[in-house]
């Protein structure tokens, strides 16, 4: 549950950080997007070895994680392609 607050509470302060739907530059949004890093880490450390339904739901939280992230770079990178 703490990784999981983590990464979305890092996505709740990205999205006005990055000024949306115009999304302006903003070199602070690498702050959250390493904190969402931290998260998904504190996620990957509770997978078991054994498959089971509580692995399964692990790997569904880090899919999120890694949804959030990517969505976090975009906000990041997306304003230095132009």
Excluded at 28 to 57: E, N
Aim: charged residues 10%; glycine residues 4%; hydrophobic residues 55%.
């Amino acid at each position: 549950m703490r990784a999981s607050t983590l990464v979305l509470g890092s996505l709740v302060i990205a999205v006005p950080l990055s000024h949306y739907p115009h999304i302006q530059r903003a070199p602070l949004l690498a702050v959250p997007v390493l904190i969402a890093l931290l998260g998904m880490a504190d996620t990957v450390r509770c997978i078991q070895r054994r498959w089971s339904f509580y692995h399964a739901g692990v790997i569904l939280c880090v899919y999120m994680d890694m949804m959030t992230i990517m969505l976090m770079l975009f906000f990041l990178v997306y304003p230095y392609t132009f």
